[in-house]
């Protein structure tokens, strides 16, 4: 099992990003996957989920509306899809996959002027 991230960078407030989850090892639209992220100083933080049956989604209150979590399963990766960014979205975020508590290594978010 693997998850590699991609596609953060330095974007300023009000910008776009989409990052990336590439699954290998297993079937990624079997499995409930989510976002995390992690401030500077602070714990770790749910951002998004999307489940394995149904593909219904969970958002933190914090990004409701912004961001949107997705899946293509003929590329076996999750995105997560954000807009209006914030400063306050600045954070490394992480993908996960529950079943097993499977990380992968971040991608680092930078919302700055």
């Known amino acids: 099992v693997q998850l590699v991230e991609s596609g953060g960078g330095l974007v300023q407030p009000g910008g776009s990003l989409r990052l990336s989850c590439a699954a290998s090892?297993?079937?990624?639209?079997?499995?409930?996957m989510s976002w995390y992220r992690q401030a500077q100083g602070k714990e770790r933080e749910l951002v998004a989920t999307?489940?394995?049956?149904?593909?219904?989604?969970y958002y933190a209150d914090s990004v409701k509306s912004r961001f949107t979590i997705s899946r293509d399963n003929a590329k076996n990766t999750v995105y997560l899809q954000m807009n209006s960014l914030k400063p306050e979205d600045t954070a490394v975020y992480y993908c996960?996959?529950?079943?097993?508590?499977?990380w992968g290594q971040g991608t680092k978010v930078t919302v700055s002027s």
């Open positions: 996960y996959r529950h079943a097993g508590e499977y």
């Open positions: 090892g297993f079937t990624a639209r079997i499995y409930t």
């Open positions: 999307m489940s394995r049956v149904g593909g219904s989604t």
